[in-house]
């Protein structure tokens, strides 16, 4: 018998028809006949994936994976909408996915206060397996459909498409069972269910995590009724059904609280492994409720009806995002024209001590032999480089550079490792405000360095002077510190070329050039200039020639922005060691990251806990003996707009979100190609925003805006303003420019309710509704000739929702509520 007809499925297909006619890139499909029974034509539907964000839905259902098929009685060419009333047209759901669900924080109705209050037990937690998705239904009584999310069949292009795998699995285990097609086929259509399996096979497509004999295969984790509401059974039945046709079970474990759900995954967090086993993360699955009376009422509310079945997932950064990592750094190093090198990857997978030592191994072995990197980039291979890795890692030599990568020190595989140097110079490289000074003091104090600064030379040209200083002390010294900002290559290669000629040019002797590297080159400008800006506020005129400026001009502000803009990364071969140092560090731990790292580097002992403390206080303490008369004029340069400088790296996070759009099983999304297209075009011009901001009121907006810039200016005169918060709402772009919504704009409080948070209360409720719509950051424009003020007008159109020439040809995508910081600044550029 069929599956008894439903006229609420039907009029949901009916309705995407309907929709995919009006907006078809909202909604589209695509048919194919199907495998098993030609003469069926399937239609496969597909939503546009960023559109799944949005309250209320643009869908009519949110599924994620949906097949149909035209039930007998009309003109197979007459399409709902296409002069036929679209009810005498019936239609049957052949295959259902999963409704669409979203990771812990992606969404509002998917943070931890918002499933206590909106879902209840029992929390059933699957392993996410790591593989692409199979569909497994009953086209007839005795035929089955199998799909991948999207597609059925063969793929241009692919020997074997991801449904052709998936099947050749399937029969493989009717054959073990002793079954038929039919079997299956007929308990799938008497039950009118969808088999929702994981193609884990590693000889067809490596993923990430990798998988043995015993495990590779069809991994079931769902089976769902093929109607149009949401509706998947337990998997104490999913289980059972796995073990009678042949599939692998799904490993799950069920808790009783969000509480507890929230513990258990946080704990599996800190080490990303399951068992002893690494995990990729886990799908909860629930059920929607409503929230009970004394339950936090403000916490986002779910998009789905109470006792709808309700999924999220939980993904752990490590170590799966590390072995994506390294996969992906390795096909760009395959892919690279030129010689490979670890300064060519994005900084953004280069932040683990673990990652930089992978780099550094996988460079030689492609150099060693590239016979085993041929198929790479198609997807094989991956797992078995990653294992040789981590082999290595357990020799002696692999853990010996592994705890000097950790510390920041690790050297690079040259003849220079072999060299014994007589002499050191270490070299600073920072920004005013990093601390390199009074770390400088406090190795000095606790090795007895020679150190000479930069900032005590006045004179019109300092820097042979300086060079001449460094070259006298290493007369007396085997360790001196040439303390300078060293952030050009010129100051750099200054010292490399004192250091090759010392003593003299005949008889060099072999010198070190050691770095303190403080990169600003993997944080966001607006984050290392309120850390350095509020440093030298901080140490007010205790400095040879740059104090705080107390006046509204606040120049020395300025003179950091300027250091940022000039800075000159350090690249590989500069120097012949480094000591990476973070900016964020209070002064104590800045000393102890340097003394571990001199310690390692150049072999010394390690000295005693008190003497480490009493150089910090010898650091705090310090003050110049000489300093530079403060005669310059400060000029206050009236600004043009106030604007909320956001501490974002927007080619980190941008690039990240665009990065993911390829979705589960290798499809990838229209309007995610069409950002991802437009954004590359940015990148390669140099057209993305490096100090990027939201424009909160301009001079051109007076006398009307007065009072918000009043508000303003008070802001921005303060010694270290209020943070404020705000949340990035979608990507809006067209053929000319892209920007960034901003939504939610609100203070950090961090110290109770002062003076400042008072101020930024004021000037939040100068905000009026029309300001907040027009709230925006510029990510980048196509060109010169194309203004920024673009970006404004495109945003406000698109807020406003009316059909008109801006927005005319512009698309949209949710970016996920990702939050940023910042501060109100008066600015001119």
């Known amino acids: 018998m069929a599956p008894a007809f439903s006229n609420e499925d039907s009029q949901l297909i009916a309705n995407l028809h309907a929709l995919s006619n009006k907006s078809p890139k909202l909604v589209k499909s695509s048919t194919y006949p199907a495998p098993a029974d030609p003469q069926t034509i399937v239609r496969s539907w597909k939503m546009n994936e960023f559109k799944y964000y949005d309250i209320p839905s643009p869908f009519p259902t949110l599924a994620r994976g949906i097949f149909t098929v035209d039930l007998p009685g009309s003109s197979e060419s007459e399409e709902a909408g296409e002069g036929k009333d679209a009810t005498e047209q019936k239609y049957r759901i052949v295959a259902r996915g999963y409704d669409k669900f979203f990771n812990i924080g992606e969404v509002p109705w998917c943070t931890w206060p918002s499933l206590e209050a909106h879902t209840a037990a029992p929390y059933t937690l699957s392993l996410k397996s790591n593989g692409c998705i199979i569909f497994i239904a009953a086209l007839?009584?005795?035929k089955l459909l199998i799909t991948s999310k999207h597609s059925i069949g063969p793929v241009a292009n692919s020997p074997v498409s991801h449904a052709e795998a998936?099947?050749?699995w399937i029969r493989k285990y009717l054959e073990q069972k002793e079954k038929t097609e039919a079997d299956l086929a007929a308990h799938l259509w008497e039950n009118n269910w969808t088999a929702i399996a994981e193609l884990c096979d590693d000889s067809f497509e490596e993923h990430v995590l990798a998988y043995p004999p015993e495990r590779t295969g069809l991994h079931l984790h769902g089976?769902?009724?093929?109607?149009?509401?949401?509706?998947t059974l337990p998997h104490e039945e999913v289980d059972a059904f796995a073990k009678e046709w042949g599939f692998i079970t799904t490993a799950t474990i069920t808790m009783n609280s969000i509480e507890e759900v929230k513990e258990f995954t946080t704990e599996i967090g800190k080490t990303g492994k399951?068992?002893?086993?690494?995990?990729?993360?886990?799908?909860?699955?629930?059920?929607?409720?409503e929230p009970p009376v004394d339950k936090d009422r403000s916490a986002s509310a779910s998009p789905y009806a109470p006792g709808s079945s309700?999924?999220?997932?939980?993904?752990?950064?490590?170590?799966?995002?590390?072995?994506?990592?390294?996969?992906?750094?390795?096909?760009?190093?395959?892919?690279?024209?030129?010689?490979?090198s670890a300064s060519s990857l994005p900084k953004s997978k280069m932040k683990r001590a673990e990652t930089k030592l992978y780099v550094r191994w996988v460079i030689e072995e492609i150099k060693k032999d590239r016979k085993p990197f041929e198929l790479y980039t198609k997807g094989k291979g991956i797992i078995a480089t990653r294992e040789r890795f981590l082999t290595w890692l357990e020799t002696e030599q692999g853990k010996n550079d592994m705890e000097k990568s950790q510390k920041g020190i690790l050297e690079r595989i040259t003849i220079e490792e072999a060299k014994v140097y007589e002499k050191t110079i270490i070299a600073p490289i920072a920004i005013p405000g990093c601390g390199k000074t009074a770390v400088s003091v406090a190795l000095a104090h606790i090795f007895g360095f020679g150190h000479t600064q930069s900032d005590d030379i006045h004179v019109k040209k300092p820097a042979p002077l300086f060079i001449k200083n460094v070259t006298t002390l290493l007369k007396t010294h085997n360790v001196v510190i040439a303390d300078k900002n060293n952030h050009l290559r010129q100051h750099r290669q200054a010292l490399r070329e004192a250091a090759a000629k010392y003593p003299n040019s005949n008889h060099p002797i072999p010198i070190r050039l050691l770095a303190l590297n403080w990169s600003i080159a993997d944080k966001p400008q607006a984050t290392v200039h309120r850390i350095c800006g509020d440093r030298v506020t901080a140490r007010g005129d205790n400095h040879q020639t740059l104090r705080a400026d107390s006046t509204e001009a606040k120049s020395h502000e300025e003179v950091v922005w300027l250091f940022i803009n000039s800075t000159e990364d350090l690249a590989e071969d500069e120097v012949d060691a480094v000591v990476d140092m973070e900016m964020e560090d209070d002064l104590e731990t800045s000393i102890r990251r340097a003394v571990d790292g001199c310690i390692s580097i150049l072999n010394l002992e390690r000295p005693t806990d008190e003497k480490i403390k009493e150089a910090v206080d010898v650091a705090l303490g310090y003050s110049p003996t000489v300093k530079k008369p403060d005669d310059q004029k400060k000029k206050t340069v009236a600004p043009r707009y106030f604007g909320l400088l956001a501490e974002l790296d927007l080619e980190e996070v941008l690039g990240k979100k665009l990065d993911s759009i390829t979705s589960e099983g290798g499809e990838t999304s229209e309007m995610g190609a069409q950002a991802l297209t437009f954004w590359n075009e940015l990148k390669s011009g140099k057209r993305v925003a490096k100090r990027p901001h939201v424009t909160i009121v301009h001079q051109k907006s007076l006398p009307g805006e007065q009072m918000l810039w009043d508000k303003c200016t008070t802001l921005h005169r303060l010694a270290q303003p209020p943070l404020f918060s705000a949340k990035l709402g979608d990507l809006v772009w067209n053929d000319e420019v892209m920007a960034v919504t901003v939504d939610d704009l609100q203070v950090v409080i961090e110290d109770g309710e002062g003076d400042e948070v008072r101020l930024a209360r004021a000037f939040l409720d100068a905000l009026t509704e029309s300001i907040r719509g027009r709230l925006h950051i510029t990510v980048g424009t196509k060109n010169s000739n194309v203004l920024p003020v673009q970006a404004k007008v495109l945003v406000e159109a698109w807020r406003d929702g009316a059909d008109s020439e801006a927005i005319r040809n512009s698309r949209s995508m949710p970016l996920g509520g990702i939050v940023v910081n910042g501060r109100i600044k008066g600015l001119n550029t």
Not at 223 to 231: D, G, P, R, S, Y
Not at 274 to 289: D, I, L, M, S
Not at 311 to 337: A, C, G, I, Q
């Open 223 to 231: 089976l769902n009724v093929a109607t149009k509401e949401f509706k």
């Open 310 to 340: 309700f999924f999220f997932k939980v993904k752990f950064d490590e170590p799966y995002m590390m072995y994506r990592d390294w996969r992906e750094v390795t096909k760009s190093l395959l892919s690279s024209k030129g010689p490979m």
């Open 274 to 289: 399951w068992n002893g086993e690494a995990v990729e993360g886990f799908v909860v699955r629930t059920h929607v409720t």
């Open 140 to 142: 007839t009584p005795t």
């Open 166 to 168: 998936g099947e050749k």
